[in-house]
């Protein structure tokens, strides 16, 4: 990777349409541009004093350190999310500025988008299974490498619809991983996760139960988690 990639200043000076306005949040400001890169479409977080805490970082750290950890993690996890190709945060008068940078996930769209749009309605109930597979897939496979999302929501799972000789087929993502860390173990992870994400998610009791037996599949163990 050239030098300039690796340079803080040169991305915090990039500039494109805004994604996701600057918005204030954890008594600072985050938000998302659009930046063509080399002819490439990437996404650059910007963050002025957006901060988490932790016993490790009492006086606290900028979130894109942890997103963009998170995103490496997930990467060696073989968990599909955006990949990172630069994090990296400065004070500037005392102040944290962070930085994310991200390749772009071509023709993803959140999952509550693909649902609101009616896309449901077009797969059969065996083709809408198989998204639910794909998602416990996923998720079983983060969690075995004992990491959390921290902010399971249906809205931050993201679908590619792809069209094959024997009808659709799908890819998921997971994003907005800001509060994504690592677990003591893999129950620990779960039971954040799983719960959360039945709280916010479209599924029927029978659709939801298909998923929980193919996530503890791909677990290769049940997992008590009859309260999700």
């Known amino acids: 990777?050239?030098?300039?990639?690796?340079?803080?200043s040169y991305w915090w000076s990039t500039s494109g349409p805004w994604v996701e306005e600057p918005n204030v949040r954890r008594s600072g400001t985050s938000g998302v541009q659009?930046?063509?890169?080399?002819?490439?479409?990437?996404y650059?977080?910007?963050?002025?004093?957006?901060l988490f805490r932790s016993l490790k970082y009492p006086f606290g750290r900028p979130t894109v350190m942890r997103e963009g950890r998170a995103l490496s993690r997930l990467m060696q996890l073989g968990v599909t999310a955006p990949q990172p190709i630069y994090y990296g945060a400065e004070k500037v008068k005392?102040?944290?500025h962070g930085v994310l940078?991200?390749?772009?996930?071509?023709?993803?769209?959140?999952?509550?988008?693909?649902y609101d749009q009616g896309a449901r309605t077009q797969l059969t109930q065996e083709e809408h299974l198989k998204v639910l597979e794909k998602l416990a897939v996923l998720l079983s496979r983060m969690h075995l490498g004992?990491?959390?999302h921290g902010c399971m929501r249906s809205k931050h799972i993201f679908i590619k619809t792809l069209?094959?000789?024997?009808?659709?087929?799908?890819?998921?993502?997971l994003l907005d991983l800001e509060k994504s860390h690592g677990r003591a173990s893999t129950l620990r992870a779960a039971r954040h996760d799983i719960p959360q994400l039945?709280?916010?998610?479209?599924?029927?009791?029978?659709?939801?139960?298909?998923?929980?037996?193919?996530?503890?599949?791909?677990?290769?163990?049940p997992l008590s988690l009859a309260s999700a």
């Open 101 to 114: 940078v991200t390749k772009d996930l071509n023709g993803f769209q959140d999952l509550d988008t693909w």
């Open 1 to 8: 990777m050239r030098q300039r990639e690796q340079d803080f």
């Open 198 to 221: 039945r709280r916010h998610s479209y599924w029927s009791d029978v659709e939801w139960q298909y998923f929980l037996s193919h996530y503890e599949k791909g677990l290769g163990r």
């Open 34 to 42: 659009r930046v063509v890169h080399d002819g490439k479409t990437v």
């Open 163 to 173: 069209e094959t000789e024997h009808g659709p087929d799908f890819e998921l993502a």
């Open 146 to 148: 004992r990491w959390q």
């Open 94 to 96: 005392g102040v944290w």
């Open 44 to 50: 650059v977080k910007r963050q002025t004093g957006h």
